[in-house]
């Protein structure tokens, strides 16, 4: 095997912004094998410069739309743009939808722009692991910002909050009651809430809405310290509010390093990163070949009432650090 002089100028040309040797790479490290791992080892002092952006809202909220739009003002400055775009539903297209396909064709051609969709059918940690993963990547390869899209489904709203450095909660108007359709907690993850489709008659009572709402969560503006989360409109069809949007986005930006709150927010990605990291680890060893059948029967003895699942998962942690032990 002579995979190691491979794995060294695989990452030296992710280093260099080779697109194919990114495309290549994200796949080994979705896949979790030995050549991915290997490789982020080398990138990893090369990654933590990239302004990791969120962006979540309901489907069909115009989301993909507005990255497009953001991605085309970025370009205009000569920033290299990434997108990690999650999918929730379709593992068949492979995450991406026609929508997605149709924007990665328009940025075929430009190298400094770098789409990918991701299907989230993993459980427990996989999301929060993959996307990670695939954001250190193009870091490592100079991709600034990175931006991270996923449908808002309750659990993905706040999990995408712990994974970005900068949370766009996209709002659209015209979906029946407006503010009411937010979750309880939504509204507290959007560093930025922005109104999608404000050429819709609806947007203005939607965004009047969200600053009302804003005020009873957070308290009057002048009164609250820190970053007061803005809400900005836009419309893809028009532009109208992209460039206020781009604007807020680099505020947000400054004002993290200027406050401190960077390195909070730093530490905070990290630790989402390691304890996803972890939990998959473990369920790999209980689930590995040699435990296969323990962990068959801790669910026969949870079905038949004999256990519960809590004492079923200590007896397994418990035998993982014996075997540890003696090994
Ligand atoms: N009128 C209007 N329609 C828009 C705007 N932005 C997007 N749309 C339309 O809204 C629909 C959904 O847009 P997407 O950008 O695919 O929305 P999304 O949030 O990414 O959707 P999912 O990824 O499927 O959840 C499309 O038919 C768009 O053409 C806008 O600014 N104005
Ligand atoms: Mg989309």
């Given at each position: 095997?002579?995979?190691g ?5 695989l ?32 990138l ?8 990791l ?13 507005l ?8 370009r ?112 507290e ?35 609250a ?63 590995s ?39």
């Open positions: 095997m002579t995979d002089p491979k794995q060294s100028s990452s030296s040309r992710v280093l260099e912004g080779d697109v194919q040797a990114i495309a290549r790479l994200l796949t080994r490290v979705e896949n979790d094998d030995e050549v991915g791992r290997a490789a982020l080892e080398i990893l002092p090369h990654t933590g410069s990239a302004h952006i969120g962006v979540t809202g309901p489907p069909g909220g115009g989301k993909s739309t990255v497009n739009e953001l991605i085309r003002s970025w205009a400055d000569g920033k290299r743009v990434a997108v990690i775009a999650i999918d929730p539903s379709s593992p068949l297209t492979g995450g991406a939808t026609l929508g997605d396909r149709i924007r990665m064709m328009e940025w075929h051609a430009d190298p400094g722009v770098f789409i990918r969709s991701m299907a989230s059918r993993r459980f427990g940690g996989g999301l929060a692991q993959n996307t990670l993963a695939a954001a250190m990547v193009f870091d490592a390869a100079g991709f600034d910002p990175v931006v991270i899209e996923t449908v808002g489904s309750g659990q993905d709203e706040v999990a995408i909050a712990e994974l970005a450095l900068t949370t766009l909660l996209v709002q659209v108007p015209g979906m029946g009651d407006s503010v009411q359709t937010l979750k309880a907690g939504a509204l993850i959007g560093d930025i809430v922005v109104v999608t489709k404000a050429d819709r008659p609806e947007a203005n009572d939607l965004s009047r809405d969200l600053r009302r709402l804003q005020t009873l969560t957070f308290g009057e503006p002048e009164s310290a820190g970053w007061q989360p803005p809400v900005i409109r836009t419309s893809s069809l028009t532009r109208e509010g992209i460039p206020d949007l781009v604007a807020a986005i680099g505020d947000h930006r400054r004002w993290l390093t200027e406050s401190g709150e960077l390195d909070v927010r730093l530490r905070r990605i990290a630790a989402t990163q390691l304890a996803a990291r972890v939990q998959s680890d473990l369920m790999d060893e209980l689930t070949p040699i435990r296969h059948s323990l962990f068959a029967t801790m669910v026969d003895e949870i079905l038949a009432k004999a256990i519960t699942p809590q004492r079923a998962s200590q007896l397994l942690l418990a035998l993982i650090s014996h075997e540890e032990r003696r090994s």
